[in-house]
Nanobody
Framework: QVQLVESGGDLVQAGGSLRLSCAVS????????MGWYRQSPGKQRELVAL???????DYADSVKGRFTISRDNAKHTVSLQLNSLKPEDTAVYYC?????????WGKGALVTVSS
């Protein structure tokens, strides 16, 4: 199994920046991609950013140019740098890991962007 623990959620003003981190533990070798999802009240959970084992990244259109996903294989962490934050970025951000057979989720980190 894989365990994921997010950190870095906070209250920030619009236009500000924040960095989320996800600590990964367990059977890390089964993971083939990792990502960040978010969910705001009344909305479905949506993919924000994805990074594969080969380093390929993908982003939701709403965050392209503002958010950057990265991974540190030595430290077993995946991070999401959030810049130029907008009030509509307010959500619980979840770390996600994917293997060939399973999905793993963290408990989430709350990001609140005030206008």
């Amino acid at each position: 199994q894989v365990q994921l623990v997010e950190s870095g959620g906070d209250l920030v003003q619009a236009g500000g920046s924040l960095r989320l981190s996800c600590a990964v533990s367990g059977i890390i070798s089964i993971i083939n991609a990792m990502g960040w999802y978010r969910q705001s009240p009344g909305k479905q959970r949506e993919l924000v950013a994805l990074i594969t084992n080969s380093g390929t990244t993908d982003y939701a259109d709403s965050v392209k140019g503002r958010f950057t996903i990265s991974r540190d294989n030595a430290k077993h962490t995946v991070s999401l740098q959030l810049n130029s934050l907008k009030p509509e970025d307010t959500a619980v951000y979840y770390c996600h890991a994917r293997s060939n057979w399973q999905s793993f989720w963290g408990k989430g980190a709350l990001v609140t962007v005030s206008s």
